[in-house]
T-cell receptor, first 112, second 114 residues
Framework: GNSVTQMEGPVTLSEEAFLTINCTYT??????LFWYVQYPGEGLQLLLK?????DKGSNKGFEATYRKETTSFHLEKGSVQVSDSAVYFC???????????FGKGTKLTVNP | DAGITQSPRHKVTETGTPVTLRCHQT?????MYWYRQDPGHGLRLIHY???????DKGEVSDGYSVSRSKTEDFLLTLESATSSQTSVYFC?????????????FGPGTRLTVT
C-alpha cells in the first residue's frame, strides 16, 4: 500500500541554519505530494505541494522537489527563523483516492 | 484561510457518555474528513464523507459514527466515550481531484474522557 516515511525528530537548529527534513514515499503511479505545517495549538496548514515529477513546490522560503527516481520529497529552507518552530508533515494523495496518506511528522525547534 | 470551524474547541466528558463534535465549512467542498491526532501516531483517519449522506470508514473507525445531512456540516459521534478516545480531533475538507485532493484543516477539538 501507499506510505510516507519522514525522518525521526525532533530536530533542533539555531536561527539562520539550513533545514532539511527528509521524506520518502511508496506509491504506485504518480502521486501528488504535500508538506503541511502545524504550529502549536493549531490545525495543519498546507505549506506547499507538487503534482508531477520534477515539480518544485515553494512557499515562505521553503522548497521541496518531487523526485520520482528516488521517491523523495525533501523539505528545505536556507535560513530558518524562530517562527518556523512547528511540526512538519509530509503527505501524498494517490490518483483515484480522495484520501491523503500522512507521515508521522517531524518536530522542528529553532533557537535564537 | 479556508472557512472551517469546529465545535466545541474543548470538552471534558465522563466515560460512557455520548459526545458529538461538529465540523462546519463555508467552502462548499465535496469531501470532509475526521482525524484524530495522538503522540506517536501522527494523524489517523476516522471517517470521511464524499457527499451528503455518503460516508466511509477510515483506519480507526471503531467506536465512532458520522453523519452528513448537509454539505456544510459533518458530525462525529462517540456513542459511549472511553478513555482511549481522549485525543485532539481535526476536521478537514477537500474539493476534488483537480486540486489533487489537498486538504484544509480546522482548528481542532481537544477531547478529554475521564
Amino acid at each position: 500500500g501507499n506510505s510516507v516515511t519522514q525522518m525521526e525528530g525532533p530536530v533542533t537548529l539555531s536561527e539562520e541554519a539550513f533545514l532539511t527534513i527528509n521524506c520518502t514515499y511508496t506509491a504506485t503511479g504518480y502521486p501528488s505530494l504535500f508538506w503541511y505545517v502545524q504550529y502549536p495549538g493549531e490545525g495543519l496548514q498546507l505549506l506547499l505541494k507538487a503534482t508531477k515529477a520534477d515539480d518544485k513546490g515553494s512557499n515562505k522560503g521553503f522548497e521541496a522537489t518531487y523526485r520520482k527516481e528516488t521517491t523523495s520529497f525533501h523539505l528545505e529552507k536556507g535560513s530558518v527563523q524562530v517562527s518556523d518552530s512547528a511540526v512538519y508533515f509530509c503527505a501524498l494523495s494517490q490518483g483515484g483516492s480522495e484520501k491523503l496518506v500522512f507521515g508521522k511528522g517531524t518536530k522542528l525547534t529553532v533557537n535564537p | 484561510d479556508a472557512g472551517i470551524t469546529q465545535s466545541p474547541r474543548h470538552k471534558v466528558t465522563e466515560t460512557g457518555t455520548p459526545v458529538t463534535l461538529r465540523c462546519h465549512q463555508t467552502e462548499n467542498h465535496r469531501y470532509m474528513y475526521w482525524y484524530r491526532q495522538d503522540p506517536g501516531h501522527g494523524l489517523r483517519l476516522i471517517h470521511y464523507s464524499y457527499g451528503v449522506k455518503d460516508t466511509d470508514k477510515g483506519e480507526v473507525s471503531d467506536g465512532y459514527s458520522v453523519s452528513r445531512s448537509k454539505t456544510e456540516d459533518f458530525l462525529l459521534t462517540l456513542e459511549s466515550a472511553t478513555s482511549s478516545q481522549t485525543s485532539v480531533y481535526f476536521c478537514a475538507i477537500s474539493e476534488s481531484r483537480v486540486t489533487a485532493y489537498e486538504q484544509y484543516f480546522g482548528p481542532g477539538t481537544r477531547l478529554t474522557v475521564t
